[in-house]
């Protein structure tokens, strides 16, 4: 789907993707790792990404922030912000775009930030290096009103990362994030490795920060309890591919796929202990390796509903919920059970 075209009253899309597809070239073969990802989200939305380890969804985030590495690459899309396709910006462009235009919070705080830097330092790094003319005192202030805004006090801005609990490491990354004011930010899992408390005060920090930038959030992640707290439209992946998108209610209380059904399914409820199928229940066999992806459909060797013709034709993201619905949202799904 061109994403544009979403029931969205002709506003545009804070972040349009299209047709985007990043492939590893190894001895053994190309691997697809995001093959013919497409779709959009509107600005001040969130969307979330969801899938098994190896679906893609990390794959898609670093392919937006252009930071894939050979031997990976960037094969087909485009990825648009502003009128601007970032897939087709110089390197030297897309430096620019970093922070201003779209922003990485990225997995595992622990990592990303510089271990012999002072928080302030590294905050102050990503303002110079888009060219922001200030005195000391002006960057001592803008650390100290990013900090704030994170919900961190400004003695931290003189600490070094090992100094910090993991919740706070993760605020300092959003502060990074947002010190220029993104019109797309990606969280790719943002609270993993943190406690239930903490995961839940950094959401609700990302909520608040997105309400006053006016920014779209694209989140990454396996836990669809979490994204269920936090999105408003999910995208299902597998095998590199969207397999499903379409409204939160959608694909909660209605979904297509069957790889949707059962990553739901496989969800605990209290609601649905008095099901006659509510007992927990995982997915069977194991994602499929990128180096052999099966025939046809990619989930058919795992699917309880697959049919002769799964084998042989790969199905197409096509929309599959009723037209004449009023103001629901595309729901699509590649299943060729529609």
Request: charged share 20%; aromatic share 4%.
């Amino acid at each position: 789907m061109s994403a544009e075209t979403h029931a969205n009253g002709g506003h545009s899309a804070a972040l349009d993707v299209n047709d985007l597809g990043v492939s590893y070239y190894t001895s053994s073969g190309e691997i697809k790792a995001a093959d013919g990802v497409s779709f959009s989200i509107m600005p001040g939305k969130r969307m979330g990404l969801v899938g098994e380890s190896g679906s893609g969804k990390t794959t898609t985030a670093l392919a937006l922030m252009r930071l894939i590495k050979p031997p990976g690459r960037i094969t087909k899309g485009s990825a648009v912000i502003d009128g601007i396709d970032l897939l087709s910006l110089s390197e030297e462009e897309m430096r620019t775009a970093k922070l201003s235009q779209i922003a990485l919070v990225p997995q595992g705080a622990m990592n990303s930030l510089n271990p012999v830097a002072k928080v302030k330092n590294q905050i102050i790094d990503g303002l110079r290096d888009h060219d922001a003319q200030h005195s000391a005192s002006q960057y001592r202030e803008l650390v100290t009103e990013l900090l704030d805004k994170v919900g961190l006090n400004r003695q931290v801005g003189d600490m070094y990362p090992h100094e910090l609990s993991g919740g706070m490491k993760q605020r300092v990354t959003i502060a990074i994030a947002i010190s220029m004011g993104p019109k797309v930010i990606i969280a790719d899992e943002p609270t993993s490795a943190l406690d239930v408390v903490v995961q839940r005060q950094i959401m609700e920090t990302l909520a608040e920060l997105q309400d006053e930038l006016a920014a779209a959030i694209l989140l990454i992640g396996h836990d669809i309890g979490l994204m269920a707290q936090f999105v408003d439209t999910l995208g299902v992946m597998y095998a590199g591919r969207l397999v499903e998108t379409g409204t939160l209610r959608q694909l909660l209380s209605e979904p297509k796929h069957p790889y949707t059904q059962m990553l739901i399914d496989s969800l605990p409820s209290l609601e649905r202990k008095d099901r006659k199928r509510g007992d927990l229940r995982g997915i069977p066999g194991t994602a499929p390796s990128l180096y052999a992806l099966p025939s046809g459909c990619p989930f058919h060797p795992r699917c309880p509903q697959a049919m002769d013709i799964c084998p042989s034709e790969e199905p197409l993201l096509k929309v599959v919920n009723d037209d004449h619905v009023a103001n629901q949202g595309e729901q699509q799904a590649a299943c060729l059970l529609y």
